[in-house]
């Protein structure tokens, strides 16, 4: 029922439902210790019935919401408890067996945060435990393993024939399956848009791992060329990178929703959520690596920045589309994916046969260039081109089959489980959902 009032809340402007952090911050307004101390992992375990709010909690949700007298009397009588106001005085130690007797099955929220049920990083500011908490599972965690990963390798004697290809998929699998599970269910898309950038960003480096050198320059570094070195410090350069852009659009979601969101579109607020992030990492990558890289990654990650866009507005409360809605952006995305997925596929494989189509070496970036001396590598400039040639189609394949596949199809399940507005949705909004006499509470669907 929380959850239905949640969802049925109409704005001013006629936008209908609220977020879990909008409610909190609704709260936050009738009772100041809702704007630290809570979030919307605490909202969730509410609506799921893995904690039972108790009855001061639920007064301030029936006010920040405009709930009447009966409508809250109504969640009370659900959960079983009373007004404070019509509770007996009984002993805290008592009230609190008093309500596990009652509801055995759930955890009790108490008022105290010591008594509580809470989540990872509740009792602290959110900001600061989101912060920490990204940082040290999305960061710290993953550096060691490139790291680790990394060295084990050059252990068994550092092979440049397939070493370094086996390190750089031994990785991306690690990230990627560490971007499966994330620390909080609503975090998915985040982690998702983190992993991606991390994807794109590393698939370069099998575009010249056959010369046993990296697209940044660091295999220049002394003593580095012929190691792991320069595959381990280029995939934590891109460990940064994807770090920064997947916190950054947490922030830049955040701030889109600190005023009126009414303010703007949801198409408004998921562009400066996503695409600034993805700007920056462009920005980077066209400083410190070459030409070749700054054409491909242009493309990738302005198709990535489009696709997340997308997916990012679908999830914007303000979004309340028809079935029709539904099947023309599900017929649009497919007239414009197909024929684009066709059209890269076509592309990667004529550069790929062109055999006049000049490759680029890794030697240079916007900084600065430098000499290869090929005598030193044991083979010649057209040989290196050619080992390019096939790095290429290998790094090629992988980022377009990802986007396509990966990218494009969740994308098409986002447009497919968007919620459709109903019939009795397309009139007028409800100002409010209709009161519950305390007889008839758990008869209302």
Request: glycine residues 6%; hydrophobic residues 50%; aromatic residues 10%.
């Amino acid at each position: 029922m929380m959850r239905a009032y949640r969802e049925a809340f109409v704005w001013n402007n006629g936008r209908r439902g609220l977020t879990q952090e909008e409610l909190l911050e609704r709260m936050a307004a009738v009772s100041s210790e809702y704007s630290e101390r809570f979030s919307h992992a605490t909202v969730s375990r509410w609506e799921s019935g893995a904690t039972r709010p108790t009855a001061s909690r639920l007064e301030v949700f029936g006010k920040a919401i405009g709930l009447s007298a009966d409508e809250i009397d109504g969640l009370m009588a659900l959960a079983s408890l009373r007004r404070a106001s019509e509770s007996a005085p009984v002993q805290n130690g008592d009230s609190r067996r008093l309500e596990a007797a009652k509801s055995p099955a759930s955890s009790i929220d108490e008022s105290a945060a010591g008594d509580r049920v809470v989540g990872i990083g509740e009792n602290t500011p959110m900001f600061l435990s989101g912060l920490v908490n990204y940082v040290v599972v999305k960061y710290v965690a993953l550096a060691a393993l490139i790291i680790g990963s990394g060295s084990g390798l050059s252990l068994l004697g550092w092979d440049p024939d397939w070493m370094p290809a086996a390190y750089v998929f031994l990785v991306t699998v690690i990230v990627m399956a560490q971007g499966f599970l994330p620390p909080s269910r609503d975090s998915n898309l985040n982690d998702f848009y983190f992993v991606s950038i991390f994807f794109l960003l590393t698939t370069p480096l099998l575009q010249f791992e056959r010369l046993d050198m990296d697209h940044y320059g660091l295999y220049r570094i002394g003593g580095f060329a012929g190691t792991q070195m320069p595959y381990m410090l280029a995939m934590l350069v891109n460990l940064s990178l994807a770090a920064t852009a997947g916190a950054a659009a947490k922030l830049l979601w955040k701030w889109q929703y600190s005023g009126d969101p009414s303010e703007s579109s949801a198409i408004r607020r998921a562009v400066w959520a996503v695409v600034p992030p993805v700007a920056f990492v462009y920005v980077v990558i066209v400083v410190i690596s070459n030409a070749s890289i700054w054409i491909q990654l242009g493309v990738l990650l302005a198709s990535l920045a489009a696709m997340f866009t997308v997916m990012l507005a679908l999830l914007d409360p303000s979004i309340n589309p028809s079935e029709r809605d539904r099947q023309f952006l599900l017929f649009t995305s497919s007239a414009i994916g197909i024929p684009s997925a066709l059209l890269g596929i076509t592309t990667v494989m004529a550069i790929y046969i062109s055999p006049d189509l000049p490759m680029v070496l890794p030697d240079h970036n916007l900084i600065r260039s430098w000499e290869i001396n090929f005598a030193e590598l044991g083979f010649t400039r057209a040989e290196a081109l050619d080992r390019i040639n096939l790095g290429f189609l290998w790094h090629a394949v992988c980022a377009t089959a990802y986007m396509f596949f990966v990218v494009g199809g969740n994308m098409m399940v986002a447009i497919y489980r968007m919620p459709v507005a109903t019939s009795s949705d397309s009139g007028a909004a409800p100002e409010a959902v209709p009161n519950l006499p305390r007889d008839a509470v758990g008869t209302r669907r």
